[in-house]
């Protein structure tokens, strides 16, 4: 027999098998150690921006007046002016805010997970990725604050003796949600600043003026690149790295108790938890796709952030997207066969009978029919099919956690209780808002902070340049 | 290039011969314990020949869940190309093989409902409490459509059909690789995989449905299925580690294997138990808080103080301490740890199915009984004996590493062969 270590990786590639078949490069050609760094850092330090940063700054600060604007409407008229009523008390602010919260995931989840699982490809896009957790979760946690009618007394949710008595309801899984998402965010962005330290380093040096100079200095916490920084840096790293991805699970599965830990049929089901989860990776790596795309090709990045990379992102994406299909599935199948007339009647109005049911088809074709074209390869490595995808998924997105909370809430145990709801201008100018927020960070986040990790990528090639030895 | 038969290490091979000996003595002990310690049908407890079935769905529950999650993983393996895995994936193919003995296997099961379909028979029948519609609450008379014995029986043909077609596919291919070395064929794997996964998917959802969840026919739970793949996959991965540690200890396996490999699966291992205590926490935990009558029996009916110690136990020892045990890394690097710590992960998966099976037998009286654990370990001996033996017999047949398999490389020395890249 053979052994193994007679096999040459040389043997191995001349035997031409298929499955060793050319794939994309994680790393364009022509790159090398310097070219890497001036290519990121171009972007933060010297490189004029172009016209489509300008064009998506200026949208996202035309939204984000419209959040000023809808949220001192709110303050000063107080939440009769969203559509909220009974029975629908929550409507879009649980909506956008299981969205956005969502969106965060997958940022989480290429940091953190993906850097367990040793998977390269994540290094191009980790630190975008992550950018977008912190900034979702802050758009997740406006519609808390902004629901509770009086924001200044959020405080009140916190376990901490007072001399009123008063004590959050610890077996209601949205004080859950308040530890829970704190956690993430904080932990989130520890991670993401960790990763900065030694690229804000690099800016440091390359800044031209010495106001830059000075901030970047700072933000770089006085890193030198000495052999101990790097050491440290790498635990510190993998430590986070595994405190964050019990996180990724645990904060949408929470999100999910929200609902189902309820009787409301439509609400209360068990696979909640997982396929919630699912759902956050699935619209998470939309987003990432939505807004890496475009960027990508405005800064002309497209030999950092390769085919490859939005290759197996988007196979990532087809693949959680079945499992959150395999969770309508689960939901429609299992409310038949539960003999319950409350579930069959649930699943009758969602699919057929109520007011709601173009949502609800609109969203099996966002989520479940449009994103099969994933399966060609055409489609996955083409900036503009895929981005198409990719919007539909974010609409379908919401579209579920509108289907999930209206058409429930709207027709509950008792006829007598039903009702309808539509967001009023206000609730859409809010949610608006929060896309404007969203952009605006993004814009700046691109503007003043290198937007993929230099280093990382310098390993990318290092591995590329010595055979993964 | 290729030895085209396995020569089982000294002690497999001594369990391949006590496995058949022992099987069938187990069985006749499982039926004549099942009529010798006959319960009291005052009490709800199981008559005569009933415990015996109840016994062998359990037993074969947990050995057609090992063929069954050896399915899913080289799906999964095939679809991820994660190449470390080659090593055992001989075993996993061995052990798909035995899925048609498991379909013949399964004849006790299917007896009850197909005897019910004919002459109303009520012998040995699992599924009384659908089956018999009259006597049925009005939430399980509005199952009908779906549980019926002859839609049921229906089901586990279509089942067994694609299992085994989708194990016929792989494993034909597979040695088809070994015979010619043929590449393409590397691709045909990583294209059908993912089809082959969603069949798994959808088809283990309705089988445990039917076999499993359907025991009370009153309960739903849309977990229930996903629960059901993790833990086949969990039992999977502790057994098979088991297996190849063995083989392991001989040529040509011991010249593939390295410690690195033992490492990866026990960071599997311990995900997947994760995943087992997620799953499992979070459908008790939204039940409990729901509190309805139709799923809430679910859990009163494993409220017994003894199911009460069981479940904690299962929280302690199958969730807990394997955690700990596996967070270990020096400890996962070594074969004999590892080994160690699956037998103990193997004996806490025989609790949890008989936690999730035995009580829905004894809702009027629920509880742990000592005749209970007699018939159920005797018939999981028994079942598992004959398994063994076929699963041994498979193994031998065929090279146990798939030497022409492209990936291989990559899968003994943990190291990436050169890419050929599109724009080099």
């Known amino acids: 027999m053979a052994t193994v270590e007679k096999l040459t990786p040389e043997e191995v590639t001349a035997k031409n098998y298929p499955a060793l078949a050319p794939v994309a490069p994680l790393l364009g050609p022509g790159h090398d150690y310097e070219s890497i760094s001036d290519t990121i850092t171009s972007v933060v330090v010297e490189k004029p921006h172009p016209p489509g940063w300008f064009i998506m700054a200026a949208v996202g600060m035309c939204f984000l007046s419209l959040l000023g604007i809808s949220t001192a409407y709110l303050f000063a008229r107080g939440t009769g002016t969203w559509g909220v009523t009974i029975p629908i008390a929550w409507g879009f602010a649980i909506i956008n805010f299981v969205w956005w919260i969502g969106i965060g995931h997958a940022g989480t989840l290429i940091s953190a997970v993906l850097l367990l699982l040793r998977q390269d490809w994540r290094n191009a896009i980790n630190r975008f990725a992550e950018a977008m957790t912190i900034f979702a979760v802050a758009c997740a946690g406006m519609f808390p604050l902004l629901h509770l009618g009086r924001p200044w007394v959020a405080f009140f949710i916190l376990p901490y003796p007072n001399s009123m008595g008063l004590w959050p309801q610890f077996r209601s899984p949205l004080v859950w949600d308040v530890f829970a998402i704190s956690t993430y965010g904080s932990v989130s962005l520890l991670f993401w600043y960790i990763g900065l330290i030694p690229d804000f380093a690099t800016c440091r040096d390359r800044a031209k003026n010495r106001f830059a100079q000075i901030a970047y200095g700072m933000a770089s916490l006085g890193w030198r690149g000495s052999s101990r920084h790097w050491f440290r840096y790498e635990t510190a790293s993998m430590l986070l790295a595994g405190l964050c991805t019990p996180l990724v699970v645990s904060v949408h599965s929470i999100v999910s108790f929200d609902f189902s830990a309820s009787q409301l049929p439509g609400w209360h089901t068990t696979i909640f938890p997982p396929y919630f989860v699912a759902g956050a990776i699935y619209a998470g790596f939309a987003m990432v796709l939505t807004m890496a795309l475009p960027v990508r090709k405005w800064y002309k990045m497209e030999s950092i952030i390769t085919t490859r990379h939005i290759d197996n992102m988007a196979k990532v994406m087809l693949t959680v997207g079945l499992i959150v299909c395999y969770g309508y599935a689960s939901e429609l199948f299992y409310a038949w066969y539960s003999g319950s007339s409350y579930e069959r009647f649930m699943m009758w109005n969602r699919i057929w009978a109520g007011p709601y049911r173009y949502a609800y088809w609109a969203l099996i074709v966002c989520n479940f029919v449009v994103p099969q074209l994933l399966w060609i390869k055409s489609v996955r490595v083409n900036p503009i099919p895929l981005f198409g995808v990719c919007m539909f998924i974010n609409v379908g997105m919401w579209l579920e956690r509108y289907v999930i909370v209206v058409t429930s809430l709207t027709r509950d145990f008792l006829p007598s209780s039903w009702g309808t709801y539509h967001g009023t201008i206000w609730d859409w100018g809010i949610f608006a808002g929060t896309l404007g927020f969203f952009t605006v960070c993004m814009c700046l986040f691109i503007r003043f902070m290198p937007m993929v990790a230099i280093h990382e990528i310098r390993v990318t090639h290092h591995k590329n340049t010595s055979h993964g030895h | ?424």
């Open chain 2, 1 to 424: 290039m290729s030895t085209n038969t396995v020569t089982l290490p000294f002690g497999l091979s001594r369990l391949r011969g006590i496995a058949i000996m022992a099987g069938p003595v187990f069985l006749l002990v499982a039926i004549g314990l099942s009529f010798a310690l006959s319960g009291d049908p005052d009490t709800g407890r199981s008559v005569g020949i009933d415990t015996f079935f109840q016994a062998y769905l359990f037993g074969y529950l947990l050995w057609f869940g090992i063929a069954m999650g050896s399915l899913a993983l080289i799906l999964i393996h095939h679809l991820t190309g994660g190449a470390w895995s080659f090593v055992t994936q001989r075993i996993l193919e061995a052990s798909t093989r035995t899925l048609p003995l498991l379909f013949v296997g399964f004849i006790p099961i299917l007896v009850g409902p197909l005897m019910w379909a004919i002459n109303g028979s009520a012998v040995g029948n699992l599924y009384q409490p659908w089956l018999n519609m009259e006597d049925a609450e009005i939430i399980v008379q509005n199952k009908e459509a779906y549980l019926n014995a002859g839609f049921w029986i229906a089901r586990v043909f279509f089942y067994f059909a694609v299992w085994i077609g989708i194990m016929s596919l792989f494993n034909h291919w597979s040695k088809k690789l070994d015979e010619t070395g043929d590449g393409n064929i590397a691709v045909k794997f990583k294209r059908f995989a993912p089809l082959c996964l969603i069949a798994y998917c959808l088809t283990m959802t309705f089988a445990s449905t039917d076999w499993a969840l359907s025991l009370e026919p009153a309960y739903f739970s849309t977990m229930y299925a996903p629960l059901f793949w993790i833990s086949q996959a969990l039992t999977t991965l502790a057994f098979t580690t088991i297996i190849l540690s063995k083989l392991a200890q001989t040529k040509p396996l011991a010249e593939y294997v390295t410690v690195d490999h033992y490492h990866h699966l026990g960071n599997l291992i311990m995900g997947f138990t994760v995943l087992w205590a997620y799953m499992s926490f979070s459908q008790y935990l939204i039940t409990w808080s729901a509190n309805l009558p139709e799923e809430i029996i679910y859990y009163t009916a494993r409220r017994s103080p003894s199911l009460a110690v069981l479940a904690v136990c299962l929280m302690a020892f199958h969730f807990l301490v394997p955690l700990l045990l596996l967070l270990w890394k020096r400890g996962k690097r070594s074969p004999n740890y590892l080994t160690k710590v699956c037998y103990w992960i193997l004996f806490w998966r025989l609790a949890d199915v008989f936690w999730f099976v035995s009580p829905a037998f004894h809702h009027e009286a629920p509880g742990v009984y000592l005749k209970d654990l007699l018939v159920y370990g005797s018939a999981w001996i028994g079942i598992g004996g004959i398994w063994i033996w076929a699963f041994l017999g498979q193994l031998q047949k065929r090279s146990v590493i798939a030497v022409n398999d492209p990936r291989l490389y990559e899968a003994v020395t943990h190291k990436k062969p050169p890419e050929v890249l599109e724009h080099a």
